[in-house]
């Protein structure tokens, strides 16, 4: 029989780490310490969006992790603040985990994903100007003809269904497609872009709306899968997000305005983690 003082003591250990998931607080130094220190502690939270962030051979990389080892550069040539950081995986990779801890978080945090700018978010989140144009994209098996103007759609796409999140902004612009040219458009809901992917790979009668980061894997990956570029539609734009509390979203409005995004780096940010196809098609949105 264990001994009644050990069990005890398992259970408050127990108590502990329960408390500590539920109010666990994830905490970086402010700009104001930094400032004073010369020294300053920033987490990483991300969960997870492969050439944007990815931990991969023990290594977190991807455009995003790039950019802020760069703004780590340019605190410590600027500012003189000399920046350790790390790198924390979110809770089973969710994305509602995600945004939690950040906005939760408490002066260095950054929360590192394809994060679109919206009002909505920033009633809850500080941002860093936008780092790139998110586009939604018609895509389709590549064994159907290329649309060359929208117009075509109701003839080519007759007959064929939508692969799509419910109650996404995939799943609306869908809406709109079956409102104006397929009225009879069976849309077929699934869990997950990555399962969208693979449904369109392999079925020779689908269609999807994605936006422009899964069109990249998409590139990466060389699946049988092509845009019809006649579709493209600009909305929003991704950024880094921050605890609402946070005093360093000035600092890295500073960094991105110095030009970081139109330099040659940022572009070989791009290349090194997406492609050059990726880059000749990001360029194209400009």
Do not use: C
Not at 43 to 65: C, L, M, N, Q
Not at 197 to 225: P, R, S
């Amino acid at each position: 029989m264990q001994n009644p003082k050990s069990i005890s003591n398992t259970l408050l250990t127990l108590v502990m780490l329960l408390s500590f998931n539920s109010f666990g607080q994830l905490s970086g130094d402010t700009y104001a310490t930094a400032k004073n220190s010369g020294s300053a502690k920033f987490i990483y939270v991300y969960d997870g969006i492969p050439g944007f962030v990815e931990s991969r051979d023990g290594k977190v990389t991807g455009v995003v992790a790039d950019i802020m080892r760069n703004f780590e550069t340019y605190l410590k040539d600027n500012k003189g603040i000399t920046v350790s950081s790390e790198f924390i995986y979110a809770k089973d990779g969710d994305f509602q985990n995600f945004m939690q801890d950040v906005k939760s978080g408490k002066g260095g945090v950054f929360g590192l994903s394809n994060i679109s700018i919206s009002e909505e978010r920033m009633n809850n989140f500080k941002f860093s100007p936008p780092y790139m144009d998110n586009v939604s994209l018609l895509v389709s098996n590549d064994k159907i003809a290329t649309l060359s103007s929208m117009d075509e759609i109701s003839a080519s796409f007759n007959g064929l269904k939508a692969y799509t999140l419910k109650g996404s902004s995939y799943h609306q612009r869908l809406i709109e497609i079956q409102a104006k040219y397929l009225p009879s458009l069976e849309i077929v809901f699934l869990s997950s872009e990555t399962e969208i992917m693979e449904k369109l790979a392999a079925d020779e009668k689908a269609f999807a709306i994605l936006d422009v980061n899964y069109y990249l894997e998409i590139l990466a990956k060389k699946l049988n899968i092509k845009r019809h570029s006649v579709g493209d539609k600009k909305g929003d734009r991704f950024g880094i997000i921050m605890p609402k509390s946070s005093d360093w979203e000035p600092v890295i409005a500073e960094f991105f305005n110095s030009g970081f995004i139109d330099s040659s780096k940022y572009s070989q940010i791009i290349t090194e983690n997406l492609g050059n196809s990726a880059r000749r098609l990001l360029d194209s949105f400009k």
